[in-house]
């Protein structure tokens, strides 16, 4: 357990058959811990895989010390044989490590630039959603640029539909409302994207480009950077789309309920 | 290098970030081998992985010993930090096994009942064609049946076109022609297919299931198990939607071509 590898026939390490999440910890605590637990095993429901309620807990990064931390947790569904049909009763495979984390602090008061990414998310609704270990296409968009000026790339789906970001999920204000992409057919579901749904009305919809460039202000977040404005979104060549200016305190409403859930600071303070 | 696994940080295992390929193996010496090896290196450049020249023949399972065997053969991106951006300079990371095979023999010459899968493939062009490590989708569609009668599930993609089989390519014969589905959206191009294509006069379609139902003959096939007569197709609920009689030896041209590259026996003789 903990931070070992996994052995040549593991199923994740054969077909990615598995899930993961990445967790914030201060202090040995972990953040949004419940709704991480909970698509935990709404993914190891969806793939078959039993998740037992004892082991679970016993992955809490208990002697992650002080301070800011990462924990990444990967369940697989253990060893198999040759083929793609599972063992008939699998023995899932937990390992996890904890690397200190420090979050970019300038991003939640500058904002961030992002790009629009040129691969499209093929819709797949068996697999959207949780976090499970088939992320190459977050892999090939993310190769699309390496300009470290360029924080997160946005990915639309096949038929021209926003729906994330390479690591992150989508927020925006528009027409006095909060919006978020829907993600019933790619995408995941991020935790801190549920923690905010609880706190905030915020509706899900089925949105094209056009809706980030209507937004009077666009944000991406996850749990564990926290939320980030958007300052300028670029298309696939380099050439601006759209441009935001620094948030007002009033259009910081999300991210104030964002930094609470995280423990982060209000910057609107 | 060889069955070894791979560490917590490998991309292999975190984001399904590499390739794979299954080789028949007779007397030390693999089958297809350079088909094989093309996939595999046209997979990597796909992925941008590096994939040096040297590296590959070193993999070759030289003491496999005498009669038939399978090499499996994973390349992933190696090690990387957190997050889905490739290391710069990534350190690739090879893994094999060889382990015993026997061919399902009835199977060639009796044939095999199949069934149509629930489950729709996504159509993800920058990943289609190759043998990456994301295979969840073959995982999901293998897992809706059990019953050991049936060896495959017809895969469709999301606009209901035929494209191959949990873990083989779908050939047949209607209208006086050989046939097999397009894989320019998804589907893995395997090597059999590969061979035959050279070898056989085989148009490349985008069909339906009515292809399946025109067919004078049906076949399944991969570099490991050869070639296939269908003998019964069900759809997802069991019941049967097409059969057909044991190949007269004139049907069976494409399973004598397909042998002959595997080195298994003409079912003509």
């Excluded at 996890?96 to 691969?119: H, K, M, N, S, Y």
Aim: aromatic share 6%.
């Amino acid at each position: 357990m903990q931070d070992d590898g996994v052995p040549f026939d593991d199923r994740g390490l054969a077909y990615g058959d598995g899930v993961f999440e990445t967790v914030l910890v201060r202090d040995g605590r972990p953040l949004l811990w419940d709704a991480h637990v909970a698509r935990l095993r709404r993914g190891c429901e969806r793939l078959g895989i039993p998740c037992p309620e004892h082991d679970l807990p016993a992955a809490l990064p208990g002697r992650a010390g002080s301070g800011l931390a990462v924990l990444k947790l990967i369940v697989t569904r253990g060893s198999g044989g040759r083929g793609y049909l599972p063992p008939v009763e699998p023995q899932p495979r937990y390992r996890w490590r904890v690397t200190p984390f420090a979050p970019r602090e300038t991003a939640w008061r500058e904002g961030v630039t992002i790009r629009l990414c040129d691969l499209r998310l093929a819709r797949q609704p068996a697999l959207a959603g949780i976090k499970h270990l088939n992320r190459l296409e977050n892999v090939m968009a993310r190769r699309e640029w390496d300009d470290p000026a360029i924080a997160e790339g946005v990915l639309l789906d096949t038929e021209g539909h926003v729906v994330e970001t390479t690591s992150m999920n989508l927020f925006w204000h528009r027409a006095g409302r909060w919006e978020t992409p829907a993600l019933d057919a790619c995408g995941v579901a991020g935790t801190l994207r549920e923690g905010l749904r609880e706190r905030l009305p915020i509706a899900v919809v089925t949105a094209g480009v056009d809706a980030l460039m209507q937004a009077d202000s666009l944000w991406v977040g996850n749990s564990v950077q926290g939320l980030w404005p958007v300052r300028r979104l670029l298309d696939a060549r380099g050439v601006e789309r759209q441009a935001w200016p620094v948030p007002s305190t009033s259009a910081r409403i999300l991210q104030d309920a964002a930094h609470e859930l995280l423990g982060y600071p209000r910057l609107t303070d």
